[in-house]
T-cell receptor
């Protein structure tokens, strides 16, 4: 079956611009996660959705970051007034089950010039 | 807070040699543990997981890992390395009692595996 998909695969923007990153989870998965992976580091948790609601957004670095999942499927991560430090690979994962296996998408590489 | 330590940011082995990638976690209550592999410019692929059913866990591509509570370790091994195993490997944890949630993964910094012909 289809895995997690993310668009765009690459995004180059200028400092101060607004960007949206999209995630299409595996069909039927109620849990959806966003992580951020900086160069040479492991992924770091940003936000977790259970259904339509954000159950835990404690990993969002500041109020420039926001994410939505209005219908409990597709999610969009929104970054306002981008800064060069936001450059990273943004990974989306979906999952469920009692062991909380998470299945990752290929990521969106964001570059802020 | 929960943490994962991967000893060795870079491991180099010869083709056919044993692969050993180390992972230690911080929790006195066994959490759920995972190993993921990341090939260049790709997302993370789950290799295997420990969920308290068995201490020796077998995964895909001939990899396995052993959970050792006394050592708080979950090292990844493969008896014979292939060129196609060259990638970055991440150990991750969720659950446990060191302030860990039961959903978000905490990752180590990763180990880059190089396989020499």
């Amino acid at each position: 079956g289809a895995g997690v998909s993310q668009t765009p695969s690459n995004k180059v923007t200028e400092k101060g611009k607004y960007v949206e990153l999209r995630c299409d989870p595996i069909s039927g998965h109620t849990a959806l996660y966003w992580y951020r992976q900086s160069l040479g580091q492991g992924p770091e948790f940003l936000i977790y959705f259970q259904g339509t609601g954000a159950a835990d957004d404690s990993g969002l670095p500041n109020d420039r970051f926001f994410a939505v999942r209005p219908e409990g499927s597709v999610s969009t991560l929104k970054i306002q007034r981008t800064e060069r430090g936001d450059s990273a690979v943004y990974l989306c994962a979906s999952g469920g089950g009692i062991y909380n296996e998470q299945f990752f998408g290929p990521g969106t590489r964001l570059t802020v010039l | 807070a929960q943490s994962v330590t991967q000893l060795g940011s870079h491991v180099s082995v010869s083709e056919g040699a044993l692969v050993l990638l180390r992972c230690n976690y911080s929790s006195s209550v066994p959490p759920y543990l995972f190993w993921y592999v990341q090939y260049p410019n790709q997302g993370l692929q789950l290799l295997l997981k420990y969920t308290s059913a068995a201490t020796l866990v077998k995964g895909i591509n001939g990899f396995e890992a052993e959970f050792k509570k006394s050592e708080t370790s979950f090292h990844l091994t493969k008896p014979s390395a292939h060129m196609s195993d060259a990638a970055e490997y991440f150990c991750a944890v969720t659950g446990g009692n060191s302030g860990g949630s039961n959903y978000k993964l905490t990752f180590g910094k990763g180990t880059l595996l190089t396989v020499n012909p």
